[in-house]
């Protein structure tokens, strides 16, 4: 039987995906919006200005398997300009981002053209129609490099403007409000 706690958090916009900030202390963390059992830590990271869904544990072990490369990351990608059929297929088949300095091709993914899922304003006000249309994409990915989507959307020709994490494993943001948390049993759901 362990003592381990779990959570699922939608991470709003603007925070960073950690609980200690070593530098200038100016920026938001996680800790900031439930109070977390000490010792919480977050399983994979979204950048400062992703948001979505986020496992928190306890248990160091369970990072290694979710982060595990056979567990799929969803992501819905909002993008600039009406992306086309054949951008989605170079998504799909792997395209070549830049990497700690190198060219890295990225392995094949799921992708494909998504309706707008209309999730609520968030608290930086994205560019509106004035400037072009946007579209919406969703990326299933079972690997994680730094700031992977973004770089695969813009290596298409579609800059992301707005980036909302769906799914990890089995668990699925569903209608969990930006900054709320739920704690689960088990992580071992993924």
């Known amino acids: ?16 995906s950690q609980f200690v900030y070593e530098l200038k202390r100016t920026k938001k963390l996680l800790g900031e919006l439930h109070d977390f059992p000490l010792g919480t830590m977050a399983i994979g990271r979204l950048d400062e200005d992703s948001e979505g869904l986020i ?3 306890t248990d160091g072990m369970m990072s290694e398997i979710v982060r595990s490369k056979k567990v799929e990351k969803e992501y819905y990608a909002q993008v600039d300009g009406i992306i086309t059929q054949e951008a ?34 968030r608290s930086q006000k994205i560019r509106d129609e004035r400037h072009g249309p946007t579209s919406w994409v969703s990326i299933t990915l ?23 994490r769906v799914r990890i494993g089995n668990f699925h943001l569903g209608n969990l409000q930006s900054g709320e948390v739920m704690e689960i049993e088990s992580v071992l759901e993924v």
């Open 88 to 121: 989605v297929e170079q998504l799909q088949n792997g395209v070549l981002i830049g990497f700690k300095g190198t060219k890295y091709k990225t392995k094949k993914c799921k992708a494909k053209l998504i309706e707008n899922p209309n999730f609520p304003t």
């Open 142 to 164: 079972t690997e994680g490099k730094f700031r992977q989507v973004r770089k695969m959307t813009s290596a298409v020709g579609f800059p992301t403007l707005r980036l909302v």
């Open 55 to 57: 496992i928190l544990t």
């Open 1 to 16: 039987m362990s003592n381990h706690r779990h959570f699922l958090l939608h991470k709003p916009y603007g925070y960073l």
